[in-house]
């Protein structure tokens, strides 16, 4: 990891929940190379659909004294216990959570559990661990926010508005790790991230759905008018933030996390269309924006998030490398040169091997 600045880390033992996601493995991918932190990280990861332990597979087999996997659902408090003792937990980087709006209308339920419940053992396991737990730190969304008009950024002092059982579950969540800051004195630090891409996103999202769908020929579905902004964050930039405030920043504290590129939906997809045409055109010679189709919009669409990151900016010094042009191409040309790994994503050959290592 190439930090903006160079962080020493306090503990040893670091357990990271979710670390078979997205946004996770590629946060175990950083650190785990980085000469800062020598200690060992211990993954926990219920593996659902969005885990993936192939993620890792080159991390593991090289690192097997310093990388741990630990299948264990973080709504097991009994299991997390297990974890926090056997290895000595003296640090928290808290990435799980059922993250896909899209789902948590269908079933809320699943990210009732395991955003607030999840989140409330784990908050107790580490409070259990007495003045040998160095800090909490919790990933959150920009979406507790709710939703912008044309003009503004959310701030840190900006009131919650969730508008989706997602982002309420994440704002549910954010006040229970401020809950037990104030009320217990557990080390705890919070940060609300724009929109994350990059390589390992599981294809339910924006930008993987597109490129793959493109790909393939398929339609390129866009809500509404394509015009709902987010403001869009390299994921690896994302991880270089989290390590800065976990190592620098104070307890208490919530910081945001932004891009500086905000993007309408719908210029994101035609952009994805013609990085594709250029890099591998499509059989029949036509351009990719004539897949593009509009679908009716989702129940409660926030119309723009945009993050102001002074805080983060001028307190520790963290500022995005990866503009979101380059990011956005690095990003299509990582899918196109992971055949395997689509593949196994599309096929749900990861999920089978999964069952076969750990059970269902």
Known sequence: ??????????????????????????????????????????????????????????????????????????????????????????????????????????????????????????????KARGDKFKIFHHVSTDEVYGSLGADGLFREDTPYHPNSPYSASKAASDHLVRAYYKTFGLPATISNCSNNYGPYQFPEKLIPLIVLNALEGKQLPVYGDGKNVRDWLYVEDHCEAIWTIMTSG????????????????????????????????????????????????????????????????????????????SGLRKTVEWYLNQKKWVENIKTGAYQAWITEQYGS
């Not at 020493?8 to 650190?31: A, D, E, H, Q, Y």
């Open 1 to 126: 990891m190439k930090t903006n600045k160079e962080h020493k880390s306090p503990f040893r033992n670091l357990l990271v929940t979710g670390g078979c996601g997205f946004i996770g493995s590629n946060f175990i991918r950083c650190l785990i190379k980085n000469n800062d932190f020598s200690g060992r990280i211990i993954n926990v990861d219920k593996l659902t659909y969005a885990g993936n332990p192939e993620n890792l597979s080159d991390i593991a087999a090289a690192f097997p004294s310093r990388y741990i996997f630990q299948k264990v659902d973080i709504c097991d408090a009994a299991g997390l216990e297990d974890v926090f003792s056997r290895y000595d937990i003296d640090a928290v980087c808290h990435f799980a959570a059922e993250s896909h709006v899209d789902r948590s209308i269908k079933t809320p339920g699943d990210f009732i559990q395991t955003n607030i419940v999840g989140t409330f053992n784990l908050l107790e396991c580490a």
């Open 250 to 325: 104070k307890s208490g504290e919530t910081y945001n996390v932004g891009g500086k590129a905000e993007m309408e939906n719908i210029i994101i997809v035609q952009m994805i269309c013609d990085i594709l045409d250029e890099i591998q055109p499509a059989k029949d010679g036509k351009p990719r924006r004539g897949l593009i189709t509009f679908v009716k919009d989702r129940p409660g669409h926030d119309r723009r998030y945009a993050i102001d990151f002074t805080k983060l900016n001028k307190e520790l010094g963290w500022s995005p490398r990866e503009s979101f042009k």
